[in-house]
């Protein structure tokens, strides 16, 4: 019912950024949240910020003051802005919302983030 694209990722160098960008496309929505979790190998999917439709963010403490969440709700595009990046901040990362009118969360594809030092 809800599809969500990723684009944005890619290999960068350390201390470089990246811009990810995740729409989501559907009938009937009423996207509350919108948020990005990551996945590096051999370790747990973890949240890395979200926000909601009031505007309030959550971030990770790991992208706290460097990663930086936005959302265009007319467009349903969820940004997240990562600077100074870092080798840890390698994963693939994946763009997640809840929408209130399919009391449902819906999850993308992923996209695949390099750091290298």
């Known amino acids: 019912q809800v599809q969500l694209v990723e684009s944005g990722g890619g290999l960068v160098q350390a201390g470089g950024s990246l811009r990810l960008s995740c729409t989501a496309s559907?009938?009937?929505?009423?996207?509350?949240?919108m948020g990005w979790y990551r996945q590096a190998p051999g370790k747990q999917r973890e949240l890395v910020a979200h926000?909601?439709?009031?505007?309030?963010?959550t971030y990770a403490d790991s992208a706290k003051g460097r990663y930086t969440i936005s959302r265009d709700s007319a467009k349903n595009t969820v940004y997240l802005q990562m600077n100074s990046l870092k080798p840890e901040d390698t994963a693939v990362y994946y763009c997640?919302?809840?929408?209130?009118?399919?009391?449902?969360?819906?999850w993308g594809q992923g996209t695949q983030v390099t750091v290298s030092s």
């Open positions: 926000i909601d439709l009031r505007e309030v963010t």
């Open positions: 559907g009938s009937k929505m009423e996207i509350y949240r």
């Open positions: 997640n919302i809840f929408d209130s009118w399919y009391n449902d969360e819906f």
